[in-house]
C-alpha cells in the first residue's frame, strides 16, 4: 500500500510540475538598453564681455543618451547650464532671450540634421536696469554631429536686446461692476 501511494504521489508530482512549465526556458530580464551621460564642458565658467552686457556661462555640460549595445545617440543632445547677464551700459537692456550656435574647429556652424529636435534659443523677457544682472537656466539641444564627431569647438551666443532708455507708462481705467 505504501508503495502505491509513493508511484501514485510521484506520478502527481510529475503530472503537476508538467502543467506549470517546469520544463520552459525562463526569460532573464535584461537592463535598461539606454544610458543617459551627462559631459561636463571645460572650463566650468566663463565669462564673455560685449558692448552693453557682460555674460557669465557656469555648469555648462552636455546630457546624451546612448544606446548601451551599439554606442549610439538615441536622441538630440542637450546643452545645459547657467546663464548671467549684466548690464553694463547706462541705458535699460530690454532682454529678449539668447540663440546659440555651434561651432567646428574652423569656425563653420554645425548644423543640425533632419528629423533632429532643434531648441536653440533660450527666453528671457526682462528688463535689465543699469548695473543689475539677471540669472536663467539654460536647457536647448546639440546637434548630433557636434557629440557623435567630437566637433565642437565653439558655442557662439547671441543676445537680444532692444538698448534704450526705456519708459513705460501705466494707465489706468475706472470700471464698475452691475449686476444684471
Known amino acids: 500500500m505504501f508503495r502505491k501511494f509513493f508511484i501514485l504521489s510521484a506520478l502527481g508530482l510529475i503530472f503537476v510540475l508538467a502543467l506549470n512549465g517546469c520544463g520552459k526556458k525562463t526569460e532573464v530580464a ?3 538598453k539606454i544610458e543617459e551621460i551627462t559631459v561636463a564642458l ?12 557682460t555674460l557669465q556661462l557656469s555648469n555648462l555640460r552636455i546630457s546624451k543618451t546612448i544606446n548601451k549595445s551599439t554606442k549610439e ?18 541705458n535699460i537692456l530690454d532682454v529678449q532671450g539668447v540663440t546659440i550656435e555651434y561651432l567646428d574647429n574652423s569656425g563653420n556652424p554645425i548644423p543640425f540634421k533632419t528629423g533632429e529636435k532643434k ?21 536647448v539641444t546639440v546637434p ?8 565642437l569647438d565653439k558655442i557662439q551666443l547671441s543676445v537680444v536686446y532692444i538698448p ?3 519708459k513705460r507708462e501705466a494707465l489706468e481705467i475706472q470700471v464698475k461692476m452691475e449686476e444684471k
Open 30 to 32: 535584461e537592463g535598461p
Open 119 to 139: 531648441v536653440t534659443v533660450s527666453t528671457y523677457w526682462t528688463d535689465l536696469q543699469p548695473g543689475k544682472e539677471a540669472e536663467n537656466y539654460l536647457d
Open 73 to 90: 545617440l538615441t536622441t538630440t543632445p542637450n546643452l545645459k547650464g547657467n546663464i548671467k547677464i549684466t548690464n553694463q551700459s547706462k
Open 42 to 53: 571645460t572650463p566650468s565658467t566663463q565669462e564673455i564681455k560685449g558692448e552693453q552686457f
Open 144 to 151: 548630433m554631429a557636434a557629440v557623435k564627431e567630437k566637433s
Open 164 to 166: 534704450s532708455p526705456l
